[in-house]
């Protein structure tokens, strides 16, 4: 199909067509659905380009400022018609506005911004605020209300040309923890390419329907929730992050009413439901319909999988449904992913083998640790381990940092050409003609399949065993119910010394009966006893302190250092005498 189009314009257009009047998206909220068809979101998009196009020449970046809904798609679509490189940002917060203004401020500079898409709301409130005066990009930028009236008056006219490409089509910014943030140049074919790729992984057909909570601002939920229905010219249903975090049951009763056969998310959410949902919030309740339960953007857990499975089984869900992968903003999105016609591969490897570089198969032992498979990558894509020291190939069953070859990985960093070099560019000592992507994450491959052990960057070095944070955290968290599941972070103490651990954990409001001290001892033995480590530090701090990415990914950097500089602060804590 990619060979078929130019740009995901071409493609929406094609479906509007094909299929004017079939759904597209439903976009639900608390004020009810919102429903768009595919000829109605081709107007929009037209709209929307060309209005673009009045005052901006290929190429020019535009930021895209919406909360999550239909508006938000259909200029991601009036930006590739237009021939505009899109800048995603998340609209900043009033509540958290230390947090979210610094970000949006930031990209704005970097991607150096020329009209910026919103709301006639944002546009009259927040501008005056974001843009400031000065000579900032924001306050030159073209400001445009492209939501519901404001397209409305922009629909009549001839159509934008939808085959002129920039050589970027979009720029995804990553969740840095204490770096400015870095756009990944996504390229049209990068786009094209990766959504043919989720298609293969995940089986996905003429009558697959997705079901899409994940935040738009994230490759997760753009391209996964966005762009590849429209790549197939099917329908998806989106809902708002944050009414599945405050309810997880709207996650599965929404693939129950639209019969959703595609939906996922990073591994917390499955989580969430297994304990956040009481039986009675699940009468009714229909999953037999959910053909590929994908999951992604931080580490698998095994003990997810199976407790998800086991509780939802009587609700028609299939544990062969469950698809873990594999991917990065780097690579658009999906890399590997397990075959969507078998169970999940789980594999008990030997954790002293594991902490010393190398993955060994060890059945049946209190010394096993389990890993979850990311799969297979398609024939379009290569991955390599390699010793990143020396640049060689490591042969199966060694650990090392992936490298990724293929079309589906992008241009590199906007304006970023000597860490491009590095990262995008990589060659092997021996060289074989082709540029590599570094992704930075450690794994190995087994049986032809790639198992994911954690990040370079964060790897913590004790005695000479390498011991990955996310193993740290999964069993300091088993140590009370009362800590909340994947809302830890494990830091070494000093970034210079990765031998001395500390770690932060999230709490709910403590009881006035809640021994807290008891608590942080019973962490401490955890660790001790299922890794061998003592602890240097423990915080406990408060539910939503712990930072992490749009995806989920806890940034254990930035809350050391959040910590340190006293923006976090904990409700309990313990420090070891040095």
């Known amino acids: 199909m990619t060979a078929a189009y130019k740009t995901f314009a071409s493609v929406l257009a094609a479906n509007a067509e094909r299929n004017a009047d079939g759904l597209a998206f439903t976009f639900i909220s608390d004020k009810g659905d919102t429903v768009v068809t595919n000829l109605e979101l081709y107007e929009r998009a037209q709209a929307i380009a060309r209005r673009l196009r009045e005052t901006l020449p290929i190429g020019a970046r535009t930021m895209i400022l919406f909360p999550p809904g239909i508006d938000y798609v259909a200029s991601v679509f009036g930006c590739f018609a237009a021939g505009v490189i899109g800048v995603s940002a998340v609209p900043p917060h009033p509540a958290r506005l230390h947090r979210t203004l610094p970000r949006l401020l930031a990209i704005a500079e970097d991607a150096d911004v020329e009209a910026v898409l919103t709301t006639e709301a944002i546009k009259e409130t927040a501008q005056p605020m974001l843009a400031g005066g000065g000579d900032t990009p924001l306050a030159k930028a073209e400001w445009i209300a492209a939501d519901d009236a404001a397209v409305d008056a922009l629909r009549s006219g001839s159509d934008a040309y939808v085959d002129e490409v920039s050589e970027v089509a979009f720029l995804q910014y990553t969740s840095g923890s204490t770096a400015t943030p870095r756009g990944v140049m996504l390229t049209q074919t990068n786009l094209l390419e990766n959504s043919a790729s989720i298609t293969r ?189 020396h640049r060689t190939p490591l042969a199966d069953g060694h650990i090392g940092e992936v490298w990724i070859h293929g079309p589906s990985v992008a241009a590199g960093y906007w304006r970023r050409d000597e860490e491009n070099a590095d990262l995008f560019g990589a060659r092997l000592a021996e060289d074989d003609g082709r540029e590599w992507l570094r992704s930075g994450d450690l794994g190995t491959i087994v049986d032809g399949e790639l198992f994911i052990v954690g990040r370079s960057k964060d790897l913590l070095i004790v005695r000479g065993r390498n011991i990955h944070p996310h193993d740290v955290e999964e069993a300091a968290e088993s140590a009370s119910a009362l800590l909340r599941p994947h809302c830890s972070a494990a830091f070494p103490v000093s970034l210079d010394d990765p031998s001395h651990v500390s770690m932060a954990l999230e709490i709910d409001e403590p009881a006035e009966d809640d021994d807290l001290d008891e608590l942080i001892a019973a962490i401490r033995v955890q660790v001790s006893r299922a890794l061998e480590l003592k602890l240097q530090g423990v915080a406990l701090v408060p539910a939503g302190s712990v930072p992490k990415t749009t995806s989920g990914k806890v940034q254990r950097r930035l809350c050391r250092q959040q910590l340190l500089d006293g923006e976090i602060e904990p409700i309990a804590a313990w420090h070891a005498d040095v």
């Open 201 to 389: 992984h995940f089986g996905m057909h003429k009558d697959s329907v997705g079901f899409i909570w994940l935040p738009p601002y994230h490759d997760m939920g753009l391209i996964g929730g966005i762009l590849q229905p429209v790549f197939l010219g099917v329908h998806c249903a989106l809902m708002n992050p944050l009414a599945v975090i405050k309810r997880p049951e709207a996650w599965l009763h929404g693939i129950h009413k639209f019969g959703a056969t595609v939906s996922g998310g990073p591994n917390f959410a499955y989580d969430l439901c297994v304990k956040r949902i009481d039986e009675e919030k699940l009468e009714g309740l229909d999953l037999s319909t959910w053909e590929v339960a994908f999951n992604g953007a931080e580490p698998v857990r095994a003990s997810t999988l199976k407790a998800f499975s086991e509780r939802f089984a009587p609700y028609g869900f299939r544990h062969e449904a469950h698809l873990p992968c594999y991917g990065l903003a780097e690579g658009t999105l999906i890399i590997t992913g397990k075959p969507h016609t078998e169970p999940p591969r789980i594999t008990e490897f030997d954790a002293a083998e594991l902490e010393a570089g190398r993955a060994e198969i060890l059945e049946d032992s209190e010394r096993s640790m389990p890993l979850v498979s990311s799969g297979v990558t398609d024939d379009l894509h290569d991955v390599l381990i390699v010793d990143a020291t």
